[in-house]
């Protein structure tokens, strides 16, 4: 008797044949990602009763939603996002068993009338209820009061762009485990309660574009497992918490667009995890900034403009090397441009423009090779003007408002500068060289004296590879091959078709730090370019789950030859291909969670390049042994010589622009297209991610020798799923490991009653077979894919091993 049809990304057009709806012993059906169109019949809940799964997101249905759906009882999975339906939601208060409800970006609800969510009162008995999406839809009215007697189960609340108004309601902070919560794009109004405080397992929180008044609560310190908080767009008042210090897996914050005052608290500036976003402009803050920007040396976008800071430019923002853009116009700073912004080499876009900034532009802006963007206008500067560098492009500066500049490119039309003046300047300089050289003379003595005496007592200390990274700039080829023991073999790693890599022990300062040293081969046609490539990419980016760079080196060896290398943290676990394959001499193996852990890494580093980067970027080359692990087997996502920069953001491949067809990536997880000629597109990436995930959870290599003719890992996936699912799971999954094995019959016969481990696999198998879809458009976006992994390992975690995550990735 059939229970299941699943025929989910799809070449599916047309209408579902009618006879498929009075299948009544139907449990399952699964026809997402396709293009079919047509209406859900009206009477769907008395023809199909048994139903457990409906899903057929990602479509082109239109019409309602039949109202008999409530009739069917068995219901937990109801998933009709992106589609055309429209009209009211019915009442589901007979489906007791509802687990998941996703009806975003429909045309949903009618803006004019008040009771467009009555529909979530009849969730009320849903006990088990972990997921609720209703944004993108056209529902206005007010959040009923009944959402916060919804299961206490309930992990992500969804409700963005729409047109919802009125206050966020009371019970809310009933729901203790919500881990994501969007009311962004409505029209809410009063305050922010302090009771927002209360869901302390929150990761995301986003209020942007309503009306929110009032004051930040001080309770929004106790969400210290948030990675990301956006408030823009509001209307708050007062000052920044301070406890805002205590969310130290903060990522990203945006509090951007509101009438917030005061002082910025040194307790924000001193959280370590931002390392995307901090976004503080448009607001009425004063006073002078904070000395404490030194720590924030991951961050790559500052914007604290349309404000009232004053003093002079924090000395320490210099130690923030890898912003890619700092914001600071609209002030009242003061003084001169730190000589410590020498150290921002990957600054894209500076904005200095409408200060009192004063002195000369400092000469070294003309030697940042990746500065695109220079606003120093409506200041007091004054001198010469460089002329190389960015300082070479008329478009790419402003400098209107300075009256006392000179020289520069003719494009600028400033006066000539005075040999008169340069000569006075030099004297100026001579005059004030003198004292100064003398003190430094007098310091330095004292200071050698007094850390000699100290190297003698202390000993060696390891140091971060943090902490190194502020310290180590540059190193010389010697540098490197004392590091490698002569890049001995006994230190090599791994080898790839552009270079090998060696570990090593890099010393400096007295401070040493275990480093992966990846020395290019510079006779391998496009190994050069992939160095320039990879360096591109790792200046621009940061995240918890990509590798991170310490240092280059462009230099030559002892006979002469060019040498070109790169310096990265050292991973101890190795890659994930060691172990998804290990050899006979080091055995070891990854269980059900810790797979599902590394894929949430995974895709989270890919949502992150390709949705959160200022330009968009393709990896291009995602594989096993290109995945590495540190001592906690969390995720880095590694080598970037393919890597491409997109001109816009995008998943298909309609731009022009796009990297040339000469990227292949590397054969079994490349995306068909490329062979065809197709430019690069981010949809790439995700098929690449999809053949991972099913390498993953089978244990097969795409190019695995069973693989001949039309039969692939996707097509050896999809057919069996979900039914035949121990056919295809990797037999490591089979055996319970947990406080000392069982037989694998027994194992076997207690892995398939857990209907949460087996729901778990089918779930996450069913998304590698979407993303590795042979047509771009049928594949899901890094996006959803994030997502929808995150809530699978959350959702195992709670029903499987009745505890909290590992930890929580951004």
Same mark, same amino acid.
């Given at each position: 008797?059939?229970?299941?049809?699943?025929?989910?990304?799809?070449?599916?057009?047309?209408?579902?044949?009618?006879?498929?709806?009075?299948?009544?012993?139907?449990?399952?059906?699964?026809?997402?990602?396709?293009?079919?169109?047509?209406?859900?019949?009206?009477?769907?809940? !008395?023809?199909?009763?048994?139903?457990?799964?409906?899903?057929?997101?990602?479509?082109?249905?239109?019409?309602? &939603?039949?109202?008999?759906?409530?009739?069917?009882?068995?219901?937990?999975?109801?998933?009709?996002?992106?589609?055309?339906? $429209?009209?009211?939601?019915?009442?589901l208060e007979n489906i007791h068993k509802l687990q998941w409800v996703s009806i975003s970006q429909n045309?949903?609800?009618?803006?004019?009338?008040?009771?467009?969510?009555?529909?979530?009162?009849?969730?009320?008995?849903?006990?088990?209820?972990?997921?609720?999406?209703?944004?993108?839809?056209?529902?206005?009215?007010?959040?009923?009061?009944?959402?916060?007697?919804?299961?206490?189960?309930?992990?992500?609340?969804?409700?963005?762009?729409?047109?919802?108004?009125?206050?966020?309601?009371?019970?809310?902070?009933?729901?203790?485990?919500?881990?994501?919560?969007?009311?962004?794009?409505?029209?809410?109004?009063?305050?922010?309660?302090?009771?927002?405080?209360?869901?302390?397992?929150?990761?995301?929180?986003?209020?942007?574009?309503?009306?929110?008044?009032?004051?930040?609560?001080?309770?929004?310190?106790? %969400?210290?497992?948030?990675?990301?908080?956006?408030?823009?767009?509001?209307?708050?008042?007062?000052?920044?918490?301070?406890?805002?210090?205590?969310?130290?897996? %903060?990522?990203?914050?945006?509090?951007?667009?509101?009438?917030?005052?005061?002082?910025?608290?040194?307790?924000?500036?001193?959280?370590?995890?931002?390392?995307?976003?901090?976004?503080?402009?448009?607001?009425?803050?004063?006073?002078?900034?904070?000395?404490?920007?030194?720590?924030?040396?991951?961050?790559?976008? &500052?914007?604290?403009?349309?404000?009232?800071?004053?003093?002079?430019?924090?000395?320490?923002?210099?130690?923030?090397?890898?912003?890619?853009?700092?914001?600071?116009?609209?002030?009242? !700073?003061?003084g001169n441009i730190p000589s410590s912004f020498s150290s921002l080499r990957g600054i894209e876009n500076?904005?200095?423009?409408?200060?009192?900034?004063?002195?000369?532009?400092?000469?070294?802006?003309?030697?940042?090779?990746?500065?695109?963007?220079?606003?120093?206008?409506?200041?007091?500067?004054?001198?010469?003007?460089?002329?190389?560098?960015?300082?070479?492009?008329?478009?790419?500066?402003?400098?209107?408002?300075?009256?006392?500049?000179?020289?520069?490119?003719?494009?600028?039309?400033?006066?000539?500068? $005075?040999?008169?003046?340069?000569?006075?300047?030099?004297?100026?300089?001579?005059?004030?060289?003198?004292?100064?050289?003398?003190?430094?003379?007098?310091?330095?003595?004292?200071?050698?004296?007094?850390?000699?005496?100290?190297?003698?007592?202390?000993?060696?200390?390891?140091?971060?590879?943090?902490?190194?990274?502020?310290?180590?700039?540059?190193?010389?080829?010697?540098? %490197? !091959?004392?590091?490698?023991?002569?890049?001995?073999?006994?230190?090599?790693?791994?080898?790839?078709?552009?270079?090998?890599?060696?570990?090593?022990?890099?010393?400096?300062?007295?401070?040493?730090?275990?480093?992966?040293?990846?020395?290019?081969?510079?006779?391998?046609?496009?190994?050069?370019?992939?160095?320039?490539?990879?360096?591109?990419?790792?200046?621009?980016?940061?995240?918890?789950?990509?590798?991170?760079?310490?240092?280059?080196?462009?230099?030559?060896?002892?006979?002469?030859?060019?040498?070109?290398? %790169?310096?990265?943290?050292?991973?101890?676990?190795?890659?994930?291909?060691?172990?998804?394959?290990?050899?006979?001499?080091?055995?070891?193996?990854?269980?059900?969670?810790?797979?599902?852990?590394?894929?949430?890494?995974?895709?989270?580093?890919?949502?992150?390049?390709?949705?959160?980067?200022?330009?968009?970027?393709?990896?291009?080359?995602?594989?096993?042994?290109?995945?590495?692990?540190?001592?906690?087997?969390?995720?880095?996502?590694?080598?970037?010589?393919?890597?491409?920069?997109?001109?816009?953001?995008?998943?298909?491949?309609?731009?022009?622009?796009?990297?040339?067809?000469?990227?292949?990536?590397?054969?079994?997880?490349?995306?068909?297209?490329?062979?065809?000629?197709?430019?690069?597109?981010?949809?790439?990436?995700?098929?690449?991610?999809?053949?991972?995930?099913?390498?993953?959870?089978?244990?097969?290599?795409?190019?695995?020798?069973?693989?001949?003719?039309?039969?692939?890992?996707?097509?050896?996936?999809?057919?069996?799923?979900?039914?035949?699912?121990?056919?295809?799971?990797?037999?490591?999954?089979?055996?319970?490991?947990?406080?000392?094995?069982?037989?694998?019959?027994?194992?076997?016969?207690?892995?398939?009653?857990? !209907?949460?481990?087996?729901?778990?696999?089918?779930?996450?198998?069913?998304?590698?077979?979407?993303?590795?879809?042979?047509?771009?458009?049928?594949?899901?976006?890094?996006?959803?894919?994030?997502?929808?992994?995150?809530?699978?390992?959350?959702?195992?975690?709670?029903?499987?091993?009745?505890?909290?995550a590992t930890y929580v990735t951004a």
């Open positions: 008797m059939m229970r299941y049809i699943s025929f989910g990304a799809n070449k599916l057009s047309g209408e579902i044949p009618f006879s498929i709806y009075n299948l009544s012993w139907l449990s399952d059906f699964y026809f997402p990602f396709n293009q079919l169109q047509g209406s859900l019949p009206s009477d769907l809940g !008395f023809t199909l009763p048994k139903l457990e799964v409906l899903n057929v997101g990602g479509n082109q249905f239109n019409g309602p &939603i039949p109202a008999s759906i409530s009739n069917a009882s068995n219901l937990m999975r109801l998933t009709i996002a992106k589609n055309g339906f $429209s009209g009211r939601v019915p009442s045309h949903l609800g009618n803006y004019g009338e008040n009771d467009n969510l009555e529909f979530v009162n009849s969730l009320v008995n849903a006990s088990r209820l972990e997921l609720l999406q209703i944004s993108d839809n056209n529902f206005g009215g007010m959040l009923p009061e009944t959402v916060g007697n919804l299961s206490n189960r309930l992990g992500i609340l969804s409700v963005g762009n729409n047109q919802l108004f009125g206050n966020i309601p009371s019970g809310l902070r009933n729901l203790v485990n919500l881990e994501l919560l969007h009311l962004g794009g409505n029209k809410f109004t009063g305050r922010i309660p302090g009771s927002i405080g209360d869901l302390q397992k929150l990761q995301r929180l986003g209020l942007k574009g309503n009306k929110f008044w009032g004051e930040i609560p001080s309770s929004i310190g106790n %969400l210290t497992l948030l990675t990301t908080l956006n408030f823009e767009e509001n209307m708050l008042e007062g000052s920044i918490p301070s406890s805002l210090g205590k969310c130290q897996n %903060l990522i990203s914050l945006n509090l951007s667009n509101n009438n917030l005052s005061g002082t910025i608290p040194t307790e924000v500036i001193g959280l370590s995890s931002l390392s995307i976003y901090l976004d503080l402009s448009q607001n009425q803050l004063n006073g002078p900034m904070p000395s404490n920007f030194g720590i924030l040396k991951n961050l790559g976008f &500052i914007d604290i403009s349309e404000n009232k800071l004053s003093g002079e430019i924090p000395s320490s923002i210099g130690s923030c090397i890898l912003l890619v853009q700092l914001i600071m116009n609209g002030n009242f !700073f003061q500076l904005d200095l423009s409408r200060n009192n900034l004063s002195g000369r532009i400092p000469k070294y802006l003309e030697n940042f090779p990746f500065l695109q963007n220079l606003n120093l206008s409506f200041n007091h500067f004054e001198g010469e003007v460089p002329v190389k560098g960015v300082f070479s492009n008329s478009s790419a500066i402003s400098l209107n408002g300075n009256d006392n500049l000179c020289g520069g490119i003719s494009e600028l039309h400033l006066s000539t500068c $005075s040999i008169k003046e340069s000569k006075q300047s030099r004297s100026r300089s001579l005059k004030l060289m003198i004292p100064v050289v003398t003190g430094i003379l007098l310091v330095t003595g004292m200071s050698c004296f007094i850390i000699t005496s100290w190297r003698s007592k202390s000993k060696r200390e390891p140091a971060t590879p943090s902490a190194f990274l502020a310290s180590v700039l540059r190193v010389s080829y010697e540098n %490197l !091959f004392k590091a490698t023991d002569g890049f001995s073999l006994e230190n090599l790693i791994g080898a790839g078709s552009f270079g090998s890599v060696y570990k090593g022990i890099l010393s400096h300062d007295d401070h040493e730090t275990l480093v992966a040293v990846k020395v290019l081969n510079l006779q391998h046609r496009g190994a050069s370019k992939s160095f320039i490539a990879e360096c591109q990419a790792l200046r621009s980016i940061r995240h918890r789950n990509l590798v991170k760079i310490i240092t280059s080196c462009a230099s030559v060896d002892f006979q002469g030859n060019d040498f070109e290398a %790169l310096v990265y943290e050292f991973m101890v676990n190795g890659s994930l291909e060691e172990w998804l394959h290990p050899n006979a001499e080091a055995p070891r193996n990854l269980n059900l969670l810790q797979r599902l852990n590394i894929a949430v890494d995974v895709a989270s580093a890919l949502d992150y390049l390709h949705h959160y980067c200022e330009t968009p970027i393709v990896h291009c080359d995602l594989k096993p042994s290109n995945v590495l692990l540190d001592g906690e087997l969390i995720a880095h996502v590694g080598d970037f010589g393919l890597a491409k920069f997109l001109p816009e953001a995008t998943n298909n491949l309609s731009s022009n622009e796009s990297s040339s067809v000469e990227v292949k990536g590397t054969v079994g997880y490349a995306a068909p297209e490329y062979g065809m000629g197709s430019e690069v597109s981010t949809s790439g990436d995700v098929y690449s991610f999809g053949i991972l995930l099913l390498e993953m959870f089978t244990g097969k290599r795409p190019t695995n020798e069973m693989f001949t003719g039309n039969l692939t890992l996707h097509n050896f996936v999809k057919e069996v799923l979900p039914e035949r699912l121990a056919e295809i799971v990797d037999p490591v999954l089979l055996v319970e490991r947990e406080e000392g094995e069982t037989s694998k019959a027994n194992a076997h016969k207690q892995w398939t009653r857990s !209907f949460s481990v087996k729901e778990c696999l089918v779930s996450v198998l069913a998304i590698g077979v979407t993303c590795s879809s042979e047509l771009p458009r049928e594949r899901m976006s890094m996006e959803e894919v994030a997502a929808q992994l995150l809530s699978f390992r959350n959702k195992l975690v709670k029903n499987v091993r009745g505890q909290p």
